[in-house]
Nanobody, 129 residues
């Protein structure tokens, strides 16, 4: 049984940092498309970052490039999202997502929330100005 548990959210001021964690059980990172999504009130869920197959590649949404970093610790079966220089527009519920996928599929469709096998419960990030 796959389980994803996010943690690390909170309330911060603009310019500060947070690190989100996604502890995964029941999955291996081999050939897995591990992603972070976020959803703000009244908005669609959007893909923020992806890491594939333990680090073959990482991609980011344009809105977070240069500020967010996705990584994973295979020994801890945990995926991280380091978020620096946070802005009020980063305020959202952040979700970890996982699914087995080919390299081509993950690289092409990682931002599509409809193509996710497993979701975490989410962790709230609030950034005030």
């Amino acid at each position: 049984q796959v389980q994803l548990v996010e943690s690390g959210g909170g309330s911060v001021q603009a310019g500060e940092s947070l690190r989100l964690s996604c502890a995964a059980s029941g999955v291996t990172f081999t050939s897995y498309c591990m992603r972070w999504f976020r959803q703000a009130p009244g908005k669609e869920r959007e893909g923020v970052a992806v890491i594939y197959n333990g680090g073959d590649f990482t991609y980011y949404a344009d809105s977070v490039k240069g500020r967010f970093t996705i990584s994973q610790d295979n020994a801890k079966n945990t995926v991280y999202l380091q978020m620096n220089s946070l802005k009020p527009e980063d305020t959202a519920m952040y979700y970890c997502a996982a699914g087995a996928a080919s390299r081509l599929w993950c690289g092409s469709w990682w931002q599509d929330p409809k193509e996710v096998a497993y979701w975490g419960q989410g962790t709230q990030v609030t950034v005030s100005s």
